[in-house]
Structure formats: structure tokens, C-alpha cells
């Protein structure tokens, strides 16, 4: 079948059965398609450019756009697609192939609109002129994100983490330093195609096949590097009592395995077992040990023991990570995250009835909206004077480091996701 095709059927599936995009191109790896790379390309950008797209067909045609039945509409945002942003592509071939499927998905009269609408094309840039309209379609995000982000960051850093918003997201690994090192790594892997992260451990590679032989062998783990610092924070020793609350698909608790040497004594709660499968196969492939998996709601979670240390790596908004999750933007609404603060409260306040006296709780979350942040932790703070926050002063570049020692990272800083951590210790 051809790209166009495999393309167009995904993204019917994303619209009509609000399937999720990376989990439908991922079901396509290993099979016999060659143009996965492109199919990939034309998924991710059209979802990702959906609003402008949409906005440019509303130009072009006298129906109001979502009259159109979803096939056509989605045939449209396709062709509007590849004319704005694959150059390597000529107008011919985009409208031909376009009309084509038209006409088989749809039959000859619409074939013959499409064609119209696309050889007839010309780009509108004169966008709307009040500032949240105008960024949320010239960048393709939701209205209420914009709005949100214009009044925690202002309109320069709102552009900025809406165009990174809207790349390719960057590829970077960690080291699995139990059996691996850095030189055997640079021995093995040129430094014109990997560089050092601000994150000690974690790489940076231009394309996933450099790295694919090191996954496989368990000597790496495809995590970005924001996702280090938590781990990094909690700061696992020999002998220590961990509890990873939230743990699946098990990047940190991997991480802080292996932090651990294997000699601390981890366990791994997720409230979906189904999850646990994937958890282990990874645990496996990095010859990790020491770690336990455990089924079970951290809000009400209890153990035999206390733990030394917790994580809490929340359920959150994704808000930092929209570049990888490309159709998250569209479904995620703003009363998701007043919802989601609920539970990441109830999960810090029951975590810390499990912590020891002078226990560390390292609270993440790959969200940059306050409201799943800060706030959280200052709420937890007034409620439980026991607790105190531990500057991350010294652990990470400063320019992450928040004036109260929080970490913030946000997606336009060089190959980091948006994030937050904080590291609280309970005096009494
Ligand atoms: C942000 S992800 C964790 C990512 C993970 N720490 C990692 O580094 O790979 C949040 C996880 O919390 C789990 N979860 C959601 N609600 C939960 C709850 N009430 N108790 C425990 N786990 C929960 C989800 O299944 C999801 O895997």
C-alpha cells in the first residue's frame, strides 16, 4: 500500500477511534513497509499542524470545514500538509496521489473537489490579529494552552515551546553504567554521531539506529534526559529501602537499579499489572536485579516496612512532552489537569505516611503547568510542616534550578523534555 494510504488510515483512526498515533506506527515497525520513516512523517506532522491545516482549508473552500465528512476532511489535511512542508515533494505528484484516493475513498465527484481545492492552493498567512487566536493557529495548538502558557511564561517563551512543540523530537539514551562505560562507548560509537548530555550518563544520537544495537544488548535505554534528574535527586545508596509509586514502563526505576548498582532494595508500584510485562522484559534486558513489581494504587498503598526513599513520578498532563505525543494536544482539555492535581495531591499525601523520619521524597512530574507543580508542593508543604524542600543546588545546571531549589526544565532547552522535580525530606 502507499505511504499516502497507510497515512490516511491512521489518521482516520485517530479521529474516528480515538486511537493514539504512536501506538497505531508502531504496530507498522518490522513489517514489510520500507517508507516507515515517511509514513511517520506524514502521521505526526499532519496531527501535529492540524489546526493550520484546518485554518488553510477553511480558506480555500466556501463549506464550513467540519461539515465535510471526516474522510475528506482528513484527505485535505493530508494533501495541505505535504505542500507546506515537504519540499522534496512536487505540487504534481501531492495533488495526483491526493485525488486518488479521494476517488477511491470517496468516488470521482469528490476526487474532482479535491483536486480543485489543492492544485488552486495558495498559503494564508495573514493569521488573526488577537494574540491567543494568532499563535494557537499559526503553531497548531489549543486555544487553551496558549492562554495558559501567555500567562505563566509570556509570548516569547509561549512561541518557543510551541515550535519545539511542533519538531521532530530529539533522540537520547542513558547509559546502563553497571556493565557499560563511557569509553567503550565512544569506542564503539563515534562522537561526530553522540554527544554528552548536561545530564551525567545520558547521550545525545542523531538517528535510532545508532543506538538500536546498544538497546538491544542492554548496555542503553532510549529516556530523555529530564527524565535523569528525578533519579538523580533521590540519589539511591547500597542498602536503602526504595519506592518507585509509579512506575511503569519503568524508565526510572531502571535508572535508579542502576544508580543503586542493584545493591539498594527497589520496589516498582503501578497501578495497571498489565504494565508490569514490559516492566519486567526491560529489567531483564538490562541484567538489573533487586527490583520488585507490585500492582496497586499509591494513593492508598501501604507496606510492611517504611522506605528510605520514594518517587513519586505522578500521573500528569504531559504538557512538557507534546512533541512526542503528538495527538495529546487535541485531547487533553484544561479541566484534565484540575482533575489530575487531585490525584497527584492524594498520592503525595498517602506516600508520605510510608516514608521513614529523615526519609527523602522526590515528587516529578513531565508537566510544566504550575498547577501540577509548585502548587501541588506548596499545598503538601502548609499541610505537613514535617517535611522541608532540599535545594537541588549542585545536582543540575543552574539554569534549571528554581529560586526555591525546585528543577525546571522546559522543551525548548537544548534535548529536554519539559519537567519538573522537587526533593522534599521529612525532618520529623
Ligand atoms: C508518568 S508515568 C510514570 C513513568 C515512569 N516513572 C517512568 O519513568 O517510566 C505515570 C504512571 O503512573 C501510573 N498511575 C496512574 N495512576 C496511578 C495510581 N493511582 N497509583 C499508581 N500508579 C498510577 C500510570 O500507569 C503510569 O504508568
Redesign the pocket.
Known sequence: MKSIQTAFRILLKVEKEKAYADKLLENLRGGSLVNLPFITELVNGTIRWQLRLDWQIQNSIHKKINKLQTKLRIILRLGIYQLLFIESLEKEVIVNESVNLAKKELGSHWGNFVNAVLRNFEENTDYPKDVVRRISIEHSHPEWIVERWLSEFGELKTIDLCKVDNERPKITFRLNKTIFTEEQLFLELSRDFCKKTEIKDFYEVFTFRQIKPFLIKGLASI?NTS?GIPSILLDPQKGERIL??????????T?IAELSNCEAEIIG????EA?QKLINQNIKRLGLSNIALVA????E?SYKDKFDKI?A????S?LGVLNKRVDMRWKRKNEDVEKITK?QS??LENLAKNLKKGGVLVYC??SIDSRENEEIVHKFLVKHPEFEIESAKGKVPKEFLTEEGFVRTFQYQSNFDGSFAAKLVKTA
Open positions: 529516556q527524565a518507585d509509586a509509579c512506575c511503569a514502563p519503568g524508565g526510572k526505576l535508572h508500584l503501578d497501578k495497571f504494565k496497586g494504587n499509591a494513593t498503598f518517587i513520578d505522578v500521573p500528569c504531559g490525584v492524594a498520592i512530574t513531565c
